[in-house]
């Protein structure tokens, strides 16, 4: 199968979680955007979606999806999203699409975080794909130095020659060369430097499951 073949796998598979005549939270990349093609399928079965990123927020809505700001909800059963990494206990590392700030707030409203991966996301270590840090933009030296000290190699992310700029108007540096053997340590400790908005570790608030694509069919990895 190819990569994009499991993602759709993956997907069908996540709208099983979909809770009937409930609000969604949709995740951000484009194994998220295989889930929202799918999502469209039901989508008279659902109250709404909250999205992550406006990226998300316009494919909902080209879908006829309504689309809901966070602030106007106060119950939401399940976020689905994508991960550029994820290790055995649930732990993910997320934020290629730069949505990371958006992402895991609305994950925190959640009652259960579904992960969608094809199987080449799943590591024993966390820390080969580069590790996003959203920052404010007048802070990305002093946090790139921070952050190169703690071990890793810290760049801005550009487009197009110039700082990539997130939903929130902020930029993200991508920290290179680490090997996170602890990452609720890890990020507690790059959240607490200033200038950070937050880093691109799920460790916190992991996910509950795991729904990965593989060669002999989509494996249910439960964690919580």
Do not use: W
């Not at 990569?3 to 949709?26: N, P, S």
């Amino acid at each position: 199968m190819t990569q994009d073949e499991l993602k759709l796998a993956v997907a069908q598979a996540a709208i099983a979680y979909v809770v009937e005549g409930e609000i969604v939270g949709v995740g951000t990349g484009s194994t998220a955007n295989f889930f929202i093609d799918e999502l469209a399928k039901m989508k008279d079965k659902i109250k709404a979606a909250v999205a992550s990123s406006e990226a998300t927020a316009e494919r909902l809505r080209a879908h006829g999806i309504t689309v809901l700001d966070l602030n106007e909800v106060t119950h939401m059963p399940v976020y689905i999203d994508g991960a550029d990494e994820i290790n055995a206990s649930g732990a993910m590392i997320k934020g290629g699409g730069a949505a990371l700030t958006r992402e895991k707030i609305v994950a925190s409203v959640a009652d259960k975080f579904v992960c969608i991966a094809d199987g080449s996301k799943l590591v024993d270590t966390l820390g080969r794909f580069p590790l996003p840090v959203e920052v404010i933009p007048m802070s990305h030296a002093v946090v790139s130095r921070q952050l190169n000290a703690l071990g890793g190699n810290a760049k801005l992310r550009l487009k197009d020659g110039q700082p990539l700029v997130t939903d929130n108007g902020n930029y993200i540096l991508d920290v290179h060369g680490l090997q996170i053997t602890d990452p609720l340590a890890l990020e507690n400790t790059i959240n607490n430097i200033v200038g950070v908005v937050t880093v691109g570790l799920f460790a916190r608030q992991g996910a509950d499951v795991c729904l990965l694509g593989t060669a002999e069919g989509v494996k249910s990895l439960i964690y919580k």
